[in-house]
Nanobody, 125 residues
Framework: QVQLVESGGGLVQAGGSLRLSCAASGRTFSNFGMAWFRQAPGKERDFVSFISWSGGFTFYADSVKGRFTISRDNAKNTVYLQMNSLKPEDTAVYYC??????????????????WGQGTQVTVSS
């Protein structure tokens, strides 16, 4: 089992920045690919970003490319999402997820084995 706990959400004005963290425990963190998803009110949960087990490969949804940066610190069992130039449409609950594979990028919800409880991000206009 892997436990994931997100933090860092909050209320920010458009154009501002937030940094989300996801702390993992329970199994060897470096064996997992990690991702961030988000779910806005009344909408489906969408893929945001993926990072490979080593951190050497990252992938982003077009909607956040150039504004968000995913990273990880395997020594701290933590993955981060730096969000810059935030827009009101970025408002959502953000979830981190773990997949127990060292293979390539995964963007589908069903691919992931473990999920955090989510953290709310609200961007005001």
């Amino acid at each position: 089992q892997v436990q994931l706990v997100e933090s860092g959400g909050g209320l920010v004005q458009a154009g501002g920045s937030l940094r989300l963290s996801c702390a993992a425990s329970g199994r060897t963190f470096s064996n997992f690919g990690m991702a961030w998803f988000r779910q806005a009110p009344g909408k489906e949960r969408d893929f945001v970003s993926f990072i490979s087990w080593s951190g050497g490969f990252t992938f982003y949804a077009d909607s956040v490319k150039g504004r968000f940066t995913i990273s990880r610190d395997n020594a701290k069992n933590t993955v981060y999402l730096q969000m810059n130039s935030l827009k009101p449409e970025d408002t959502a609950v953000y979830y981190c997820a773990a997949i127990s594979t060292r293979s390539g990028v995964r963007t589908r919800i069903g691919d992931y084995d473990y999920w955090g409880q989510g953290t709310q991000v609200t961007v005001s206009s």
